[in-house]
């Protein structure tokens, strides 16, 4: 006896759908969570409804470059302290001028911190560029 195949994100929506009555986006759902009543929401992977989508005010862009931008500026910080934290004892095990290594390794912290927060926000910025300004981006 054969078993049905389940799919692997079988019960989980994690598509953008649509309203046509408020014109917003939303990620998952079955009903629009800002219109009165239970407006159903509308796939926006399946064919038949792609029709609506130059009608709509709905750019996705935004929100997956500016999850691209967060990405970096976390990685950055996450990993400016641990950088910074070797330099220091690094050189704290070479030396020990604790005030140097100290300095050193807190401008570390700061310059790559501070390195990804101005490359994410140049990244953003050079991803925005290609977006409609016709169409008001979805930043919710």
């Not at 400016?80 to 140097?100: D, H, K, Q, S």
């Amino acid at each position: 006896m054969m078993s049905p195949s389940i799919h692997p994100n079988a019960g989980f929506e994690i598509m953008v759908k649509f309203c046509l009555q408020c014109k917003n986006a939303f990620w998952g759902g079955q009903f629009c969570p800002k219109c009165e009543g239970e407006v159903e929401l509308l796939d926006a992977a399946v064919p038949e409804n792609q029709k609506y989508l130059s009608e709509l005010n709905i750019d996705v862009r935004p929100k997956y470059y500016a999850r691209s931008s967060m990405l970096l500026t976390c990685f950055g910080f996450i990993m400016a302290l641990p950088l910074g934290m070797f330099i220091f004892i690094r050189g704290m095990g070479e030396t020990g001028n604790v005030g140097l290594w100290a300095g050193i390794g807190i401008g570390t912290i700061v310059l790559i911190s501070w390195g990804s927060w101005v490359l994410s926000a140049k990244l953003f910025n050079k991803q925005m560029e290609v977006v409609k300004d016709t169409k008001e981006p979805q930043l919710d």
